[in-house]
């Protein structure tokens, strides 16, 4: 029987990652996410991995793609304010194809806005806040195991497709705690990285290996020209698209209004949804387990079935722009955001009785029973 510890989400990341092989992580303090941080300052060493607390978030991530050229499980983690200094490396990593893991717990902004929770970064994670039009698969966690298993899922992925991977949390799911089952997961076998940089002697063909960031621009065996890499840069984001989209769906089948929400926010709208339920109001709701690529079909379906959607996020609007995309103009689309919080505060949140209001408003205007 696997192991039962009472942790925060934040612990969670480290332990997920104990049990993927990361073998280094790279990281500069920041709140909602210094837990992580220091589980890492606290476990990696005595375990014969690798932790550096580096000077700056900048050094952090150009310290993953020394790591990650080696061939090495690496990652980091950070909050707002970091991941916009990552921005640059991250296009970097992109395009030398380099595997690894960023652990993102949002805060508030613009700016240094909050050292609280927000849900402010999903544009900025989900359409590449680098240059150059790259993709990264993003998974949202809504729990203290989501994280810890997204995470062994965000390497396998990031190893699968030879490109970094998020998980984007927020700093309710980081800094709340729930029991944890300490688990490995198991993923399909992984080739071998025979592009790693790890010395020509340990190379079953005895060549060396090169790596940098401006592949397309500089020509290689393998990308001859700028097109060439821009067509195998475009063949990976349509696999991804294709194979790696992941959604939870909640009493869809008779739901007349679909609520549609990721990390905290789920949580806020599952009860939302039995207390509507409770009042005979058809709900449900779709939780994106990858905000990117986005769960477009099940949403066009419901769109389609006639449903109207209400999508709760913490921000002024992200999400619900992939919403709107997605129904293609067949449904009416509403927004609980960041104006819905309890609290004029840092510390207010989206709680379930604004988006009863919402659902009573639509009903004012339909029937949806």
Known sequence: MAERIFIQG??????????????????????PQNETTEWFAREFPKRGRIFVQTASEVASINW????????????????????????????????????????????????AGTTRHSQMDYLSVTCGG????????????????????????????????????????DGIIGQMMEILEKR????????????????????????????????????????????????????????????EVRYEAYQIEDASVVLVAFGYATRVCREALYEARAKGFKVGLIRPITLWPFPCQVIKEKAVQGAKFVVVEDNLGQMIEDVKLAVEGQAEVCLVGALARHDPGEGGAIFPDKVLEKIAELAQRADIK
């Open 64 to 111: 993953l793609f020394g790591a990650a050229a080696a061939g090495v499980r690496v990652m980091t983690s950070t909050a707002s304010p970091g991941w916009g200094l990552m921005q640059e490396g991250m296009s970097h990593l992109a395009n030398a194809e380099l595997p690894c893991v960023v652990v993102l717990v949002q805060r508030g902004g613009p700016g």
């Open 184 to 243: 490995t997961l198991n993923f399909a076998p992984l080739p071998e990285k025979d592009w790693a940089i790890i010395g020509k002697a340990k190379h079953k063909d005895g060549q060396s290996r090169a790596c940098h960031s401006a592949q397309g621009f500089i020509p290689t065996p393998q990308y001859p020209g700028y097109l060439s890499f821009l067509e195998a840069l475009d063949r990976k984001i349509q696999q991804m698209k294709d194979h």
């Open 130 to 169: 680098g240059q150059g039009g790259y993709k990264t698969i993003t998974l949202a966690p809504a729990s203290v195991q989501d994280t810890h298993d997204m995470v062994q899922l965000a390497f396998y992925l990031a190893d699968k497709y030879r490109n970094p991977v998020m998980v984007l949390t």
């Open 10 to 31: 934040n612990e969670a990341v480290g332990w997920g990652a104990l049990a993927a092989d990361c073998q280094a992580f790279f990281g500069y303090p920041i709140t």
